[in-house]
């Protein structure tokens, strides 16, 4: 069974750029969260999507936004980019919802300069 | 907001012994909680779940609840060098956030 999904692994945009990130998630799991994982911080939730509609969100401005297709790959995009933002973005995959088991992607590693 | 405490460590074992991880967590009525790995430039990995009081054991991983003194603590027997990672600490929350993270403990296990 194919894992999660993350495109692209990598990249480099300088401030007041936007980005745009993809989640495949496991075939056949419906909820699809983000996380933004920063060495001071830890892992922050972004939010989740649940047959494309979002179901959580958490507290980062609306710069942040993101959406779920029908096949249950998830995108999010960053506009206006600030330094800040410098971050890994990690998706998760769950059968049901993201109270608990969640399987991630190996991240998308956005430096912001 | 629920909140999760993990001391950051690093926490240095020698190979073979028990290695001992623990996370507290604020909120009494939570009622699953989970331990994530993640080694370094990785990704978390689930690798327990405990959802009672008591022990739940799995090879050589031992996960224990306590939810009258609202903590729970990951036992990691015979560690080995590969062992060495952070361990993340989760609760599901109630409010706007799904799952809430622990900053996590850098486990080294020493050869």
């Known amino acids: 069974k194919a894992g999660v999904t993350q495109t692209p692994r990598y990249l480099i945009k300088t401030r007041g750029q936007q980005v745009t990130l993809s989640c495949s998630p496991i075939s056949g799991h419906r909820s699809v969260s983000w996380y933004q994982q920063t060495p001071g911080q830890g892992l922050q939730f972004l939010f989740e999507y649940f047959s494309e509609t979002q179901r959580n969100k958490g507290n980062f401005p609306g710069r942040f936004s993101g959406r779920q297709f029908s096949n249950s790959r998830s995108e999010m995009n960053v506009s206006t980019l600030e330094l800040g933002d410098s971050a890994l973005y990690l998706c998760?995959?769950?059968?049901?919802?993201?109270?608990?088991?969640?399987?991630f992607g190996e991240g998308s590693r956005l430096t912001v300069l | 907001q629920k909140e999760v405490e993990q001391n950051s460590g690093p926490l240095s074992v020698p190979e073979g012994a028990i290695a001992s991880l623990n996370c507290t967590y604020s909120d009494r009525g939570s009622q699953s909680f989970f331990w994530y790995r993640q080694y370094s430039g990785k990704s978390p990995e689930l690798i327990m779940s405990i959802y009672s009081n008591g022990d739940k054991e799995d090879g050589r991983f031992t996960a224990q609840l306590n939810k009258a003194s609202q903590y729970v603590s990951l036992l990691i027997r015979d560690s080995q060098p590969s062992d060495s990672a952070t361990y993340l600490c989760a609760v599901p929350n109630s409010g706007n956030t799904p799952l809430v993270f622990g900053k996590g403990t850098r486990l080294s296990v020493i050869a």
């Open positions: 998760a995959s769950s059968f049901q919802g993201s109270t608990g088991e969640l399987f």
